[in-house]
Nanobody, 119 residues
Framework: QVRLVESGGGLVQPGGSLRLSCAAS????????MDWYRQAPGKQQRELVA????????NYADSVKGRFTISRDNAKNTVYLQMDSLKPEDTAVYYC????????????WGQGTQVTVSS
């Protein structure tokens, strides 16, 4: 089982940028596909924001395409989410998830990091 710890959240003005990090430990990080999800205030479900496979292929939700970039550094056991041109509607708790290839849902989750976009 892989353990995940997110960091990098905070308060940012609209149009600003943040980079989230998710550090993994306890298992072979490189075999996992990695996801970033977010849960907006008042919403019960988490939204899948971005995915990067063990081979480095990426995919994004339409709402963040062109503004967010997911990447991974297997040597550091870390996945990143670079968020640019942030909007108030990006405000949410962001979670990373580790997903075994072929699985539909992550098998491990981080504790989440708050991102607030407000002037």
């Amino acid at each position: 089982q892989v353990r995940l710890v997110e960091s990098g959240g905070g308060l940012v003005q609209p149009g600003g940028s943040l980079r989230l990090s998710c550090a993994a430990s306890g298992s072979i990080f490189s075999i996992y596909d990695m996801d970033w999800y977010r849960q907006a205030p008042g919403k019960q479900q988490r939204e899948l924001v971005a995915t990067i496979t063990s081979g480095g292929s990426t995919n994004y939700a339409d709402s963040v395409k062109g503004r967010f970039t997911i990447s991974r550094d297997n040597a550091k056991n870390t996945v990143y989410l670079q968020m640019d041109s942030l909007k108030p509607e990006d405000t949410a708790v962001y979670y990373c998830g580790a997903r075994r290839p072929g699985w539909l849902q992550p098998s491990s989750w981080g504790q989440g990091t708050q991102v607030t976009v407000s002037s």
